[in-house]
Each structure stands twice: as structure tokens, then as C-alpha cells.
């Protein structure tokens, strides 16, 4: 059984950082893309970063290039998304998700169930 389990979220200040986490688990994903989603209230859910496991390959929503880094670790099975000079308008349930698909914005088949993160001002 498919496991994505995401962690790290919390309360945040504008300008610092945090880190969130995804653990897979259930199958290989050396084949997958992974990616991080985010949704705000009354916002739909937005594409922020996703990975491909093999080569490390990245791509990023304009929303967040230059303060967002995905990366994973294979020997843990867990991709990160740290998050550098976080803002108020970054406020959103940060989900991770799978897909094995040929394009970033491909459908994703397994979802986490989310980690809020909140950025005070």
C-alpha cells in the first residue's frame, strides 16, 4: 500500500524558513515524479515544486522559484521542500503527491494528506 506521509509544517515567520518532509513507502518510486501542492482556503490547489527521483531533475512554480528548493533523499525515501523567505501569502495545506506520468503537470496518482503551514508577518 502507496504511503505518503508529509511533515514539518507549523507556524512560521515572513523571512525565515522551513522544511517540510514527504516519506514514501509501499513501492519504488525510482521511476516517479514527485510533487509538492499547496492550497490556501477558497484557492484552488496550486502545482509549487515537484522532483523526479531518478536524476534529481526540478521545476518550480513562479510562485516560488528562488525561495523554494525540492530535493530528495534516496537512501531515506523522503523528498524535502525547504522553504526560504516564506510569506504570509504562502499560508496553505502543503500536500505531496506521485505520478509516473512523462510531464510535470501529468495526473498524480497518490496523494499525502497534508501539513499546514502558517507564515505570521
Known amino acids: 500500500q502507496v504511503q505518503l506521509v508529509e511533515s514539518g509544517g507549523g507556524l512560521g515567520q515572513a523571512g525565515g524558513s522551513l522544511r517540510l518532509s514527504c516519506a514514501a513507502s509501499g513501492r519504488t518510486f525510482s521511476t516517479y515524479r514527485m510533487g509538492w501542492f499547496r492550497q490556501a482556503p477558497g484557492k484552488e490547489r496550486e502545482f509549487v515544486a515537484g522532483v523526479r527521483w531518478s536524476g534529481g531533475d526540478t521545476y518550480y512554480a513562479d510562485s516560488v522559484k528562488g525561495r523554494f528548493t525540492i530535493s530528495r533523499d534516496n537512501a531515506k525515501n523522503t523528498v524535502y521542500l525547504q522553504m526560504n523567505s516564506p510569506q504570509p501569502a504562502d499560508t496553505a495545506l502543503y500536500c505531496c503527491?506521485?505520478?509516473?506520468?512523462?510531464?510535470?503537470?501529468?495526473?498524480?496518482?497518490?496523494w499525502g494528506q497534508g501539513t499546514q503551514v502558517t507564515v505570521s508577518s
Open positions: 503527491a506521485a505520478q509516473h506520468g512523462s510531464t510535470w503537470h501529468a495526473t498524480y496518482d497518490y
